[in-house]
């Protein structure tokens, strides 16, 4: 499978102020399928060093704090030489030697024409701990799943030829149109994640892939009740487990009373941090004003809570396939879709998206691009009602107002609708 990533990671590579790079993201989204891909694609050679199966790696680092002496070393257990800028230096599963992810500062002061990366599950809730993690000494990027263009680039590369080379205002033809619905539709049932989707290639059988996803969440579930840190596990999977039915309120604001009678901010907010520095879900902001900068006016106690991949969201909240395939209208038809939206949006700006709330009125998302608002609206179908999308762009007057839906991609009065096939490529539309 081809990821995107792969292009941030050969700027880095390319980068004169380069950093060792620590890779972030929610386990089993394919970050050591990556850096190795990237070693082989990029590089003369990679060593690759996993913390997790090779513990007596820990006693090196526990030992040295020269980097050049920790090469010599690695080279001595690899069996060969490691070269500055031709070797990519590999550590996986780094979480597990505190002082080999702290060493990373010692190869940017002293050694940085070296180039290491590394990975780990549940690296990014390390970032709230900066004595364990060397903050300012390193580049950091985040790995997501799949998004729709690698999904169908992997499923149907003819189609993605199509799909890659549509520019802003083109004219989609019927016959290409319907079958990137198609495959829009498959997505929102397989989803980004690495394994469901090479099951889907190699088997195109909706069982293992449903099996893949209840084993993935398992494994996170697993996660939650080994973590021994000082969030109380046992919360962040009452968290977890509430999304669901926390989106499928009418309001579908995150309320601490729907996750216990009774809780409090003060029960779960740790937990929710947790869970977003673990990749696993996407907070969205509610904001007071449509106005930029958009993080002025968050609203830090009110919010929305997506999952990270909107397949595993459709096996968490027990959507039939038929009902995606078969059917107009079902329940949950809406959330999906916005979780899918903020999918794709995550990743391609600068200010993560926000939505908007009153007694009044409301609206999926806004985005900041520069000093620019954009409000968007997510139909999970053809309809066209959505009176408080219509009012604020009569209002304001916005220089793009987007409405994603299965309609084709035109010029719908005062905004543009885009078909939801092609969310990943909003920067590139506006």
């Known amino acids: 499978m081809k990821r995107n990533a792969i292009q941030d990671l050969l700027n880095w590579k390319n980068d004169e102020e380069r950093k060792p790079l620590v890779l972030k993201g929610a386990r089993q989204v394919g970050k050591t399928w990556l850096m190795k891909e990237f070693g082989r694609q990029c590089y003369k050679n990679f060593v690759y060093f996993n913390f997790d199966e090779e513990d007596e790696l820990k006693s090196i680092f526990e030992a040295n704090k020269n980097p050049q002496r920790i090469i010599e070393l690695l080279s001595l257990i690899r069996g060969e030489k490691i070269l500055p800028r031709e070797t990519l230096v590999i550590f996986d599963e780094i979480q597990e030697s505190p002082e080999a992810l702290n060493s990373l500062k010692y190869f940017k002061e002293k050694a940085n024409e070296y180039h290491v990366?590394?990975?780990?599950?549940?690296?990014?809730?390390?970032?709230?701990?900066?004595?364990?993690?060397?903050?300012?000494?390193?580049?950091?990027?985040?790995?997501?799943?799949?998004?729709?263009?690698?999904?169908?680039?992997?499923?149907?590369?003819?189609?993605?030829?199509?799909y890659d080379n549509i520019q802003k205002e083109q004219q989609i033809e019927e016959i290409f149109h319907r079958r990137l619905l198609e495959v829009y539709?498959?997505?929102l049932i397989i989803g980004g994640m690495p394994e469901c989707v090479k099951s889907w290639i190699n088997h195109k059988d909706p069982e293992r892939v449903s099996r893949i996803q209840r084993e993935l969440i398992e494994i996170y579930e697993n996660d939650f009740s080994k973590h021994n840190g000082k969030v109380n596990s046992g919360r962040i999977l009452m968290v977890f487990r509430s999304i669901v039915s926390q989106l499928a309120k009418t309001n579908e604001k995150f309320m601490y009373g729907a996750v216990r009678e009774g809780g409090r901010a003060r029960d779960f907010e740790e937990a929710i941090e947790w869970l977003v520095s673990a990749g696993m879900i996407n907070r969205v902001y509610n904001v007071s004003k449509i106005e930029h900068p958009l993080s002025a006016f968050d609203k830090l106690d009110q919010f929305k809570?997506?999952?990270?991949?909107?397949?595993?969201?459709?096996?968490?909240?027990?959507?039939?396939?038929?009902?995606?395939?078969?059917?107009?209208?079902?329940?949950?038809?809406?959330?999906?879709?916005?979780?899918?939206?903020?999918?794709?949006?995550?990743?391609?700006f600068e200010v993560d998206p926000r939505y908007y709330s009153d007694k009044n009125s409301e609206l999926d998302f806004i985005l900041q691009v520069g000093t620019e608002i954009i409000p968007i609206e997510a139909k999970g179908g053809e309809d066209k009602s959505a009176p408080s999308f219509k009012r604020y762009v009569a209002s304001n007057h916005p220089r793009n107002a987007l409405r994603f839906s299965k309609r084709g991609y035109r010029k719908d009065g005062a905004f543009t609708n885009i078909p939801l096939y092609l969310a990943g490529k909003t920067k590139e539309l506006i």
């Open 117 to 162: 990366i590394a990975a780990g599950s549940l690296l990014g809730t390390l970032l709230a701990e900066p004595k364990s993690y060397p903050v300012g000494m390193v580049n950091l990027l985040d790995l997501f799943p799949l998004n729709f263009g690698e999904f169908l680039e992997a499923t149907n590369p003819s189609l993605h030829s199509y």
């Open 185 to 187: 539709d498959n997505y």
């Open 305 to 348: 809570l997506f999952v990270f991949d909107t397949g595993l969201l459709k096996h968490m909240a027990g959507i039939d396939n038929s009902a995606i395939l078969l059917k107009t209208d079902y329940q949950f038809k809406g959330q999906l879709t916005e979780n899918y939206v903020l999918q794709q949006l995550r990743g391609q």
